[in-house]
T-cell receptor, first 112, second 117 residues
């Protein structure tokens, strides 16, 4: 069965650079969630989209923005990267807001 | 505010032992979901179970079983006859339904399970 696809799987950026992470949800899923997991930490909710509209916002820095496109894929844009942004970024998708979400394999971002 | 506590940060067992991972949660929502996820060394988050707050039936799936007790706000996870492949970090998570972000998960700190041969 098709799963959530995240790209790239690994990304190395320098401080103050920008990064764009992409997420392709499971077909027919209309809801996307972004989570950030720092080293040795639990995943923290960043932001979610339902039917291309932002549905909720968590602890997402102002330097980050995200959107969901007409084909339901989502992109997380990160600017002015800091060392502390180094983390595993997960995208999850679900069909509507209240069914179980399935996670992608994550994008490991390293800021040097 | 929601909170999930996994008091055991690390557990080490020998293969074939049974092991229980504890999870205690706090929420003001009357309807909510509880989850367990497995995160192996490769890093992905593998969905194990979702439980509705109205369903207190215990569930068994192969060597895995879950004990949900609303009275003590606990959702414990037991692995029977553990295997080396069970070595991973296990996260308990909670989402409320009294808002539109049904899957906005609050995770516990995780329990690292090491199963030794």
């Amino acid at each position: 069965a098709a799963g959530v696809i995240q790209s790239p799987r690994h990304l190395i950026k320098e401080k103050r650079e920008t990064a764009t992470l992409k997420c392709y949800p499971i077909p027919r899923h209309d809801t996307v969630y972004w989570y950030q997991q720092g080293p040795g930490q639990d995943p923290q909710f960043l932001i979610s989209f339902y039917e291309k509209m932002q549905s909720d916002k968590g602890s997402i820095p102002d330097r980050f923005s995200a959107q969901q496109f007409s084909d339901y894929h989502s992109e997380l844009n990160m600017s002015s990267l800091e060392l502390g942004d180094s983390a595993l970024y997960f995208c999850a998708s679900s069909f509507t807001l209240n069914t179980e979400a399935f996670f992608g394999q994550g994008t490991r971002l390293t800021v040097v | 505010a929601q909170k999930v506590t996994q008091a055991q940060t690390e557990i080490s067992v020998v293969e074939k032992e049974d092991v229980t991972l504890d999870c205690v949660y706090e929420t003001r929502d009357t309807t909510y979901y509880l989850f367990w996820y497995k995160q192996p060394p490769s890093g992905e988050l593998v969905f194990l179970i979702r439980r509705n707050s109205f369903d207190e039936q215990n569930e068994i799936s192969g060597r895995y079983s879950w004990n949900f007790q609303k009275s003590t706000s606990s959702f414990n996870f037991t692995i029977t006859a553990s295997q080396v492949v069970d070595s991973a970090v296990y996260f308990c998570a909670l989402s409320g339904r009294n808002n539109n972000a049904g899957n906005m998960l609050t995770f516990g700190g995780g329990t690292r399970l090491m199963v030794k041969p």
